[in-house]
């Protein structure tokens, strides 16, 4: 059968629009699947901020400050951010990770924070000497304090500056001896029996040591301080 001329104009009129519309196939690399799944789930963790109020000791470049937590936010990766008030009135906006220690403040002592902070940067400032004298204990109660949290009973063989102050004198600790107690427990003598435990970054309490390494520690601690520390006469 043969086609007019006609018939063969009006079947392509009728084909090409046709065409033009027929859905092509989107082609999707396996690499823009993978990064929309990973956008899609990732999620960002927060850290755990401090509670507004909280007596802190943070460092500012390489100066450490004695403040109170005013407002903390979190930053874009999960991370708090505080701003710091100290003393004086001065702010400071400082990162979690530069914070190092930090204590809530009881209901009662909320009117004395700045008769505290005033305490505590005396303390921040103190010699170890001094820190014993504050706290009224000798280099034996330390160790008496290290045989305790060594004992094979001991649950973790671990003192926080709390349980410390506990342990020697028998009450619990007001904040100003947790950070005397926290500050000397960091000091040269106190880590021939102990070493800094770090929690979220800070040091939160001190695992006892071995009795082999406290007497290496002692030898070496004692080549320099023979003739004030109690235990380098045994």
Known sequence: MRLSAFSILLSLWLCGPVSAFVVRPVTVTPSTTLLAAEKGSEEVKQQHALSVGTLVEFQEKSRVHIGTIKSSEHKSSGGARYKIEDIDGKSYNVADKHVTFATPVAP?????????????????????????????VSPDLLEMA???????????????????VSLVHSHAASTIEEYTAWRLLKMDMAHVFFKDIKQNGRVASFKAKARKAVDNAKVAFCASHADDVEFCFV
């Open 108 to 136: 009662s002592n909320a009117n004395k924070v700045n008769a505290l902070m005033t305490e505590l940067e005396e303390v921040q400032h103190a010699s170890e000497e001094a820190l014993c004298k504050l706290l009224d």
């Open 146 to 164: 290290w045989e305790e949290a060594a004992a094979e009973e001991a649950a973790t063989h671990e003192l926080t500056a709390k349980s410390f």
